[in-house]
Every structure is written in structure tokens, then in C-alpha cells.
């Protein structure tokens, strides 16, 4: 069973990390064990980019089964939506202030997975 979200710990663990790289090394380097639960904090968030738009999967899913769209248009709507949300992941990571105002729901654990997976 997954952790759950720690906005403190996942910030003490960017704040470890930054420093780190600025002594060119990095968490990964000094520490495995805490690499490895930062990892963890980002998938989490990622699940839960990707949860929040759920209902636009969804939709895109109904369409196609339905007949609504063709399968080159469920493909381009999808990966639009997918990458859309990849990069919502990345602004976040490059900008992780914005941290401090996100709440992670519990039940968005490995939607990201399934997504990428099952479709």
C-alpha cells in the first residue's frame, strides 16, 4: 500500500534534494531511501493531475465506445489530453512553491498507471 501525501516531507525532500545539487550531488547520491520517497510524492501527484481531469477520460471514452469519434480521433483527443496533463506535472515540478496550495485525494492512487496502461 502507497503512502500517503506529506506536503512537509515532500518538501523537506525538495528543499534536501536542491540543496544537494548545489553541492553537485544530488538525494539520489547521498540518500536511496529518501530518493525513492520523493519519487514516490511525485507519482502521487501525477496520479492525481491526471484523477482531477478523470471525467474528460471518461467523456473520451464514451465517445469512442458510442461511435461519436473515430479511433484516430479518441487517439489525438487522448494523447492531447495525456500530454496535457504531463506538462501540468512538470510546471509543478519546476515551479514546486505551487506545492503548498495542492491537496492530493487518496482515491487518485495509480490513476496516472492505469491510464497509460489500459487505454
Known amino acids: 500500500m502507497k503512502n500517503h501525501y506529506n506536503l512537509k516531507n515532500h518538501s523537506d525532500l525538495l528543499k534536501i ?11 539520489r547520491d547521498q540518500n536511496q531511501k529518501a530518493y525513492l520517497k520523493l519519487l514516490n510524492y511525485w507519482a ?4 492525481y493531475i491526471h484523477w482531477k481531469k478523470r ?13 461519436k469519434i473515430t479511433r484516430t480521433e479518441f487517439e ?22 505551487q506545492l503548498e496550495t495542492l491537496t ?4 487518485s492512487v495509480d490513476f496516472s498507471q492505469w491510464i497509460s496502461e489500459e487505454i
Open 104 to 107: 492530493v485525494d487518496s482515491r
Open 17 to 27: 534534494d536542491r540543496d544537494l545539487r548545489a553541492q553537485n550531488t544530488s538525494l
Open 55 to 67: 471525467k474528460d477520460y471518461l467523456e473520451l471514452i464514451v465517445h469512442f465506445v458510442h461511435l
Open 76 to 97: 489525438t483527443r487522448f494523447d492531447k489530453l495525456f500530454t496535457s496533463n504531463e506538462m501540468n506535472c512538470q510546471n509543478l515540478k519546476n515551479n514546486w512553491s
Open 44 to 47: 502521487m501527484i501525477v496520479d
